[in-house]
């Protein structure tokens, strides 16, 4: 599977580029993400869960940074494991622009699954996953507003920026919309 896309933000470079890399932002824009823990500085360990309809599935994966030119740019590496719903891993690369008074944030991921989720259909599986990006997409440009209002809005309370960079969003995307294409194929 491939996906690129692009979309233009009202946060900032910098402001984006933090809040890609905040694992409690993530959290919140990302449905089902239940846990993000740093094992070293470039690696994570990542809980995933979802559920379609009277089917769950619980994802575990890694992902690994490279090529980190903040607040610009990264790319990442995913493996991700569901058990008898199958796996997912490939790649992603993540690249912010200004653009005006916010940024462009572009991204181009290339990725594999296998297991009962190949068995659902390479056209669902893309349609589950620009479905997931869209509502990541949507979340993350709500949390970004309350975090960072237009001059004159009432400001949210200050949430302290992140020590470090930790995980981009697109691993996340691709193991749910597989995740949400095994439950499909399960329902079926």
Not at 23 to 37: F, Q, S, T, Y
Not at 102 to 130: E, N, P, S, T
Request: aromatic share 8%; with cysteine.
């Amino acid at each position: 599977m491939e996906m690129q896309g692009s979309r233009a933000l009202a946060a900032t470079q910098q402001q984006a580029w933090e809040g890609l890399n905040d694992p409690e932002v993530l959290k919140a824009c990302i449905p089902g993400c239940e846990r993000i823990e740093r094992v070293a500085d470039d690696r994570f360990n990542v809980g995933l869960a979802i559920r379609v309809g009277p089917v769950a599935a619980k994802f575990t994966g890694k992902i690994t940074l490279s090529d980190v030119q903040a607040p610009r740019s990264y790319t990442l590496a995913f493996d991700g494991q569901g058990g008898a719903a199958g796996f997912g891993k490939g790649t992603a690369k993540v690249e912010l622009a200004p653009a005006g008074s916010g940024c462009d944030l572009a991204y181009a991921v290339q990725a594999q699954v296998g297991g009962k989720i190949a068995q659902v259909g390479q056209r669902l599986i893309d349609g589950v996953a620009r479905s997931m990006a869209e509502d990541f997409f949507k979340r993350f440009d709500a949390e970004m507003q309350r975090r960072y209002p237009p001059a004159g809005a009432p400001a949210a309370a200050p949430t302290p920026a992140p020590e470090r960079p930790t995980i981009a969003p697109w691993l996340w995307i691709v193991i749910a919309a597989a995740v949400a294409a095994v439950g499909y194929w399960l329902l079926r």
